[in-house]
């Protein structure tokens, strides 16, 4: 992990919004209100780093750009076919038991992606 810098800060105050999860587009957005020059290219680089650190997740969409959080605590995240809202699920128990999986990934990581309408897009239909 690289040391502490405006840049770093400034990104990680942007995914501390509960329940927002930003492109790194939008992440440049928020960022160069506070500092104008600020390029994608280090938006992109801080991002990477800070994922590898295990400091925020990338959420990989299925179609278009990369999402990002910063809330770490147990939870899911659903998104949208229809319009790509993504969406904090806040399970009651793990959804995978993990005596369930093979025991060469009983230790693994994993993040289970939900999808399903949203509110706003089930009332369309």
Request: aromatic residues 4%; proline residues 6%; negative net charge.
């Amino acid at each position: 992990m690289q040391r502490r810098s405006r840049q770093r800060d400034a990104i990680l105050k942007v995914l501390e919004v509960e329940g927002v999860h930003p492109t790194a587009e939008d992440v440049l957005a928020e960022v160069r209100k506070e500092i104008p020059n600020v390029s994608l290219g280090t938006i992109y680089r801080n991002l990477d780093q800070l994922c590898e650190a295990g400091l925020i997740w990338k959420i990989q969409m299925e179609e278009g750009p990369c999402r990002y959080e910063g809330n770490l605590d147990g939870h899911l995240h659903a998104v949208c076919p229809i319009c790509g809202e993504i969406r904090d699920v806040w399970p009651s128990g793990d959804p995978i038991a993990r005596d369930s999986l093979p025991k060469e990934f009983a230790e693994a990581e994993y993040r289970l992606l939900l999808i399903s309408p949203c509110e706003r897009c089930r009332c369309k239909a």
